[in-house]
């Protein structure tokens, strides 16, 4: 190793700042470039995500960081003020870089030369990089790369982001910023004129503007359709819904058989006692909670990547987005949605394709209300043993029409929420909407595999920890301080008696006066809180209580017999049930959406708002339908 | 509303949300009065700029462009921003 090498290696790393518009590739350049090891944040006071990777070059390491998307340094949204104030060195802990790397997609070119010249003005050197030049050649364009290099004075590359050709000259290129060529001349700073400047150049540089591309434009014809278009639309939509709610299913059993079968093991392994009950009860079924997840987050984005690797996800925010436009959101927030209706989780890592950060965060605040599978069971409990099962209408049962009511209420409450958090919390002008329709293209699948393998590992790694970690405190929760029951209790009741005199338990009595105006006794309390770990483990929870050996039939009958011993009436009458449910259908029991937003926002601020809000809105929604049952009965 | 680039108000001029799918314009000015107006110009909505309107979506909004060699959608809140002129079409929308 030479004595120059040193004291390369010995240098602080080089600082990239990689920009470009939406859509221009530059998401894959990045992920090409630095494998997907970045590094994620948040730029302070906004909901920018931040991202920054490592780039080994030959000589030297260089930090390049990921700008967001745009269309021009002048910004409309504080959120896009972000990219001028990073250039500018303006941002605390990110110094200003050294060199810029423009991506520009080689088939609107046109239109990025107004951000390059932008860019050029502000003197630092700068190379571009040229994406999608096989979707040049596909759609019939000539574009002079050397010709366009020597007339804007910088070094250009081409690359084919997806598929890694160019990626090797880019990287020698970006070895040494020092050597780079720099604009004999500035461009106009005044719009018109640049527009002026980026013509002549083109007009030297692009031999043939792209055609439009054939099998696009003909599959747009039956998708973009008026009738066809929407009736594929709800195709897509039923099939992608019903994809991730039944193919999960067998998948999410097996993990649930898995997760008992090793506890049971663990059990027989261990002496029995805390050790063992700590093993099998908290650590496995705490695994379990955040393994549980995979099958859908899994199923969920390789339909997501597939269908936004083809192309039709953004046909599909087109046509949605008149609908979507009515509560202030947008279309490709619609996907989001849905998917919340399997599980917010994924369904809240799904908003990632909403460019706009403050429809983005609007998407994540009301995902929730989107009634989840995990809300199914309580559900199936309360209705089944609650709701009489008559017929109402021929065949149509009441207790099928209560299930769709709470299905519909889900719906109509985001759509009102939205509105309601775009005028007050996340009001501001409306951000213009810019959507691109990318041509129909073969995904890659080694991309596909990453993408998917990417979402999965942040779930497991940023979420995951969070969820192993309250499902174990809730476990110690609902455990100590241990009691001794009294002789003669069956084990049944000996763990409802343990239950009682748990911290939890002592919570719930704890929480008593603050639900009791909703009907709610301490034993609702404690499953509330138990439900905390996800909604589903009200049940199970109760079923302790209760002392019921199943949490089918007996807790069933178990509940219905359950007296208030104030008046001597059923605990669950019909205005408690009533309003318990309605509980459900709003409040955010659910460490696991809570701890994944927290990891899409950056910040614990956005989970607490949603908890919050949603609990009071649970609260009142919850009151009010009991008195309205109350004075109805 | 301040209004920048203004040219001739010529009888056909009018908004780029009100042209037709299947026929052309060209971008005569840009309303700058807020944020919407400030992007049409840097997506490229310049003076001179030919804009052909290729389709409606299936609800009436957003519309699908093509300018300068790109197609892009706006919704009608964003592209009124654009005064054009009506021209005629000389080859078949593509």
Not at chain 1, 92 to 121: H, W
Request: hydrophobic share 50%.
């Amino acid at each position: 190793m030479s004595e120059s090498d040193f004291q390369t290696q010995r240098t602080a790393p080089l600082r990239l700042a990689l920009i470009g518009s939406p859509n221009s590739g530059k998401t894959t350049v990045f992920n090409a470039l630095t494998g997907l090891r970045a590094r994620v944040g948040n730029y302070p006071g906004v909901t920018v995500e931040r991202r920054e990777g490592t780039l080994r070059l030959k000589s030297r390491t260089a930090k390049i960081i990921d700008l967001p998307g745009t269309y021009s340094l002048d910004p409309v949204s504080p959120d896009e003020a972000v990219v001028g104030q990073v250039l500018a060195g303006e941002i605390p802990d990110t110094p200003a870089p050294e060199a810029i790397v423009i991506v520009a997609d080689a088939c609107s070119l046109e239109r990025s030369m107004l951000l390059v010249g932008q860019i050029l003005n502000l003197g630092l050197p700068t190379c571009l990089v040229v994406t999608m030049i096989d979707e040049l050649r596909a759609r019939k364009g000539q574009l002079d790369l050397e010709r366009l290099s020597a007339a804007l004075g910088i070094p250009v590359t081409g690359v084919i982001g997806h598929r890694g050709i160019g990626l090797a000259a880019l990287r020698e290129q970006l070895a040494s910023p020092e050597t780079w060529s720099s604009p004999p001349v500035m461009p106009p700073t005044d719009q018109i004129e640049r527009a002026a400047w980026a013509d002549s150049i083109l007009q030297h540089v692009v031999e043939k503007r792209p055609g439009t591309h054939t099998v696009t434009d003909w599959v747009d014809r039956i998708v973009l359709h008026p009738v066809w278009g929407v009736a594929l639309f709800g195709f897509v939509m039923v099939t992608f819904f019903q994809l991730i709610f039944s193919w999960a299913t067998p998948a999410m059993d097996l993990i649930d058989l898995g997760v008992s079968a090793a506890s049971d093991l663990s059990r027989t392994l261990l002496p029995a006692g805390f050790l063992a009950d700590f093993v099998a009860d908290g650590l496995i079924a705490g695994v379990g909670s955040v393994v549980i997840f995979l099958p859908q987050i899994v199923l969920l984005f390789s339909l997501l990547y597939l269908l936004e690797d083809v192309g039709y996800m953004a046909r599909a925010a087109f046509v949605v987005d008149r609908a979507m436009a009515r509560v202030g959101l947008e279309g490709r927030a619609f996907v989001a949605l849905l998917s919340s209706y399997a599980c917010a989780v994924p369904g809240i890592m799904a908003t990632r394709t909403v460019p706009s950060p403050r429809d983005r965060l609007v998407t994540i605040l009301v995902a929730p209300l989107m009634t989840c599978s995990a809300r199914l069971p309580v559900y199936t409990l309360l209705v089944a043993a609650f709701v009489p099962a008559r017929d109402v209408f021929g065949p149509i049962g009441l207790q099928g029409l209560v299930m769709l009511a709470l299905y519909l209420v889900a719906p109509l409450s985001a759509t009102a929420v939205a509105a309601v958090l775009r005028k007050t919390v996340l009001q501001g002008e409306p951000m213009p909407f810019v959507l691109e329709l990318p041509s129909y293209r073969i995904p890659g699948l080694r991309l596909w595999l990453s993408q998917i393998w990417g979402s999965a590992f942040a779930f497991l790694k940023r979420a995951g920890t969070i969820i192993l970690l309250t499902s174990m405190l809730l476990w110690v929760l609902l455990t100590f301080p241990q009691t001794t029951p009294p002789s003669g209790l069956s084990p049944d009741e000996a763990a409802s008696y343990a239950l009682e005199h748990s911290a939890a338990g002592q919570a719930g009595k704890a929480i008593e006066p603050l639900i009791a105006p909703l009907g709610f006794d301490w034993k609702i309390g404690v499953g509330l809180l138990a439900s905390l770990a996800a909604r589903e483990v009200i049940v199970a929870t109760l079923a302790q209580i209760y002392s019921a050996s199943d949490p089918d039939a007996s807790l069933r009958t178990a509940i219905r017999a359950d007296i208030r011993p104030e008046t001597g009436k059923p605990l669950f009458d019909p205005p408690t049930v009533a309003a318990l449910l309605t509980f459900f259908v709003f409040a955010l029991l659910c460490t696991s959406t809570l701890a994944t937003m927290a990891r899409e926002t950056n910040s614990w601020r956005w989970p607490a708002f949603a908890f919050g809000y949603l609990l009071v809105l649970a609260w009142v929604a919850a009151w009010g339908v009991r008195q309205i049952f109350i004075a109805l009965d | 509303m301040k209004t920048d680039f203004n040219s001739d108000s010529e009888s056909s001029a009018c908004r780029l949300s009100e042209i037709r799918p299947g026929s052309e314009c060209e971008v005569m000015g840009v309303d700058l009065g807020d944020a919407a107006g400030r992007r049409m110009l840097d997506l490229g909505f310049l003076p001179g700029t030919r804009v052909q309107v290729l389709r409606r979506a299936p609800l009436g909004d957003p519309s699908l462009y093509a300018l300068r060699g790109f197609q892009l959608c706006l919704r009608e809140a964003d592209s009124r921003h654009v005064r054009v002129t009506r021209k005629a079409s000389k080859e078949p929308s593509r």
